[in-house]
């Protein structure tokens, strides 16, 4: 299972951004996709994440409302779709994948990992 992450940038406090995740190697049906984020001098930490079959979401607190997750299976791709961002959003950011039905909140439950795509808030 392979994922490469994509698409940050810098953009401007209240822009968006759509951050993207091809997976290669596989479908994804069966899976649970993650995406997490890092901050300088922080921990890794749970954004969101959905289900591959159906569709169902989960949203960490912080983003939830401004952050969306869905998926292309056609393309066999995850989206994070990022309105409204703040400051406090610029991270490292992560997607990664579990084969299971849950949806993990814990780093520590995904196996497999992109690379990260920097974010950058400006204010």
């Known amino acids: 299972v392979q994922l490469q992450a994509y698409g940050g940038g810098l953009v401007q406090a209240g822009g968006s951004l759509r951050l993207s995740c091809a997976a290669s190697?596989?479908?994804?049906?069966?899976?649970?996709m993650g995406w997490f984020r890092q901050a300088p001098g922080k921990e890794r930490e749970f954004v969101g994440a959905?289900?591959?079959?159906?569709?169902?979401?989960f949203y960490a607190g912080s983003v939830k409302g401004r952050f969306s997750i869905s998926r292309d299976s056609a393309k066999n791709t995850v989206y994070l779709q990022m309105n409204s961002l703040e400051p406090e959003d610029t991270a490292v950011y992560y997607c990664?994948?579990?084969?299971?039905?849950?949806?993990?909140?814990?780093?520590?439950?995904?196996?497999?990992w992109g690379q990260g795509t920097q974010v950058t808030v400006s204010s």
């Open positions: 990664a994948a579990r084969r299971d039905f849950g949806l993990w909140t814990s780093e520590l439950e995904y196996p497999y």
């Open positions: 190697g596989r479908t994804f049906s069966g899976y649970v």
């Open positions: 959905i289900r591959w079959d159906g569709g169902t979401t």
